[in-house]
């Protein structure tokens, strides 16, 4: 026979709800036919306070003299197709003036230097967030994309239509329920051919090839954003 099993789900309260968790749930079936033989299955069913699980796919670095591909999907809680409207802003971001050293500790609940002073003692050194580009201040909207999922699952950049640089993308969209689901992501475009590293770096280590058959030639660039830089470069053979 054919059953429904409806059943409440309680959400977990000591999570705040502007956090927009998910919650699995897992029903247990036991079934005893009428020769006395006992069958078990189960299901896990997936709830939460949004009706949409959107993803973006975004490459951290893009080569511009090739064609490249931004994924997007729109699925249910259960992992189904979830066709919706979505929109996709591109920005470009202003990039630090200097590389930045790796933060050794988490950011200070105040600041006792004002920010200006700070970068004049110390230039290559976060004072707040800078590490993270998602921080960085926002140049001209570069371009915006707006379509169904139903139609359209990827984004297409074509060869050399992006300009050197690192770029935010916004992206949006509403479940049934018209709750709005937002996020960004980032990503660095560029060639091997650029004489500086993007964003700026103290080191930037680049190949021109990703694999290699034998007898192939593997171009090894080594570029800095700072001037007259000494490199210690040492080559292994295994």
Same mark, same amino acid.
Do not use: M
């Given at each position: 026979?054919?059953? $429904? ?7 977990? !309260? ?26 078990? $299955? ?8 949004? /009706?949409?699980? /959107? ?9 511009? =003299?090739?064609? %490249?591909?931004?994924? #997007? %999907? ?8 979830? +066709? ?12 630090? =003036? %200097? ?14 230097? /004002? @920010? ?9 050194? #976060?004072?707040? %967030? ?7 201040? @926002? ?39 018209? $709750?709005?689901? /937002?996020? *960004? ?13 993007? +964003?700026?770096?103290?080191? *930037? ?6 694999? !290699? ?15 007259? #830089?000494? #490199? ?7």
């Amino acid at each position: 026979g054919k059953y $429904n099993i409806d059943f409440q789900a309680i959400p977990d !309260l000591s999570l705040d709800k502007k956090y927009k968790p998910y919650f699995n749930y897992k029903v247990n079936v036991e079934v005893t036919d009428i020769n006395g033989e006992t069958q078990t $299955n189960h299901t896990e069913v997936r709830v939460g306070y949004l /009706a949409i699980d /959107a993803s973006v796919n975004v490459p951290s670095y893009i080569d511009t =003299k090739q064609a %490249n591909e931004i994924s #997007v %999907n729109t699925n249910n809680l259960n992992g189904q197709p979830e +066709p919706t409207d979505v929109e996709i802003k591109i920005y470009s971001l202003k990039q630090p =003036k %200097n590389p930045l050293k790796s933060k050794l500790w988490t950011t200070v609940d105040e600041q006792l230097i /004002a @920010k200006t002073e700070f970068e004049k003692l110390f230039p290559y050194d #976060v004072y707040n %967030n800078e590490n993270d580009a998602r921080n960085w201040e @926002k140049g001209s909207l570069v371009k915006t994309y707006s379509f169904n999922t139903k139609d359209q699952k990827a984004i297409l950049f074509k060869a050399n239509e992006w300009e050197a640089g690192t770029y935010l993308v916004e992206f949006s969209c509403k479940d049934k329920n018209d $709750n709005l689901i /937002a996020f *960004s992501n980032t990503f660095t475009a560029g060639t091997y051919a650029d004489k500086l590293p993007q +964003p700026p770096e103290f080191l *930037s280590l680049q190949i021109d090839k990703s694999s !290699l058959q034998p007898g192939d030639t593997l171009n090894y660039k080594i570029s800095s954003s700072l001037k007259n #830089v000494y #490199v210690v470069l040492e080559v292994k053979h295994q």
